[in-house]
């Protein structure tokens, strides 16, 4: 999964576009984190939105706290 989140990544890179993905499978965002923990924090990086019922702004999460929830089991969805 995470050479499949390899060639999202570089190909949004190139086109210079936003993607969005929703899963609830964990090895989809841990593996994602392999991906963030291999790159630069951006303005245009990583990041992982939780949507919570009745909050009005969803949760975000870095490239940063992304790769310690993955090394540490902390759940994101």
């Known amino acids: 999964m995470s050479d499949m989140w390899k060639l999202i990544w570089e190909t949004a890179k190139r086109l210079n576009v936003q993607v969005f993905a929703t899963t609830h499978n964990s090895d989809c965002w841990t593996s994602l984190a392999a991906i963030a923990s ?27 706290q992304i790769v ?7 759940e994101v969805r």
């Open 68 to 74: 310690i929830a993955a090394e540490r089991g902390i």
């Open 38 to 64: 291999q790159e630069n924090p951006s303005e245009q990086g990583i990041t992982i939105h939780r949507i919570e019922k009745g909050k009005p702004n969803s949760v975000v999460f870095t490239e940063r």
